[in-house]
């Protein structure tokens, strides 16, 4: 149902990569090039410029540190807070829901996310 909901921000970055170049799954650095350390992050990526994704790479890890990069702010789709970019946070990571965080400036993805159908999704316990 997640993959479904996002398919038209996913057909943007696949038209992007086939006509720029651009890759959907990318490094941090890659859309911010100019902040020091991204290059130094090789545990959490971007899908598009809106997505930040942190995956569990620990077994039995239900924690972890993710560094939002600045010049934005960036709001966790699990618990709908918004954190200034910039910061390094500490989030829950429950075995169902890796944490992901989208870009606060696009609404049409917090919209998605704030969904019922994905409330349903994050529900399911």
């Not at 149902?1 to 038209?15: C, D």
């Not at 910061?87 to 429950?94: E, G, R, S």
């Not at 890796?98 to 696009?106: D, E, Y």
Request: glycine fraction near 4%.
């Amino acid at each position: 149902m997640l993959r479904e909901a996002l398919r038209p921000y996913i057909m943007e970055q696949m038209e992007l990569a086939s006509s720029k170049g651009i890759p959907p799954m990318r490094p941090m650095f890659f859309d911010f090039p100019n902040q020091q350390g991204l290059y130094d992050i090789e545990d959490q990526f971007l899908f598009g410029s809106d997505l930040l994704i942190a995956p569990i790479l620990q077994y039995k890890t239900r924690e972890r540190s993710v560094y939002l990069p600045s010049s934005c702010s960036w709001t966790n789709v699990w618990e709908n807070n918004t954190v200034e970019g910039g910061n390094l946070i500490n989030v829950k990571a429950p075995i169902d829901r890796i944490p992901v965080f989208v870009n606060a400036s696009n609404d049409r993805l917090i919209q998605l996310f704030n969904s019922h159908t994905l409330k349903t999704i994050s529900n399911f316990e």
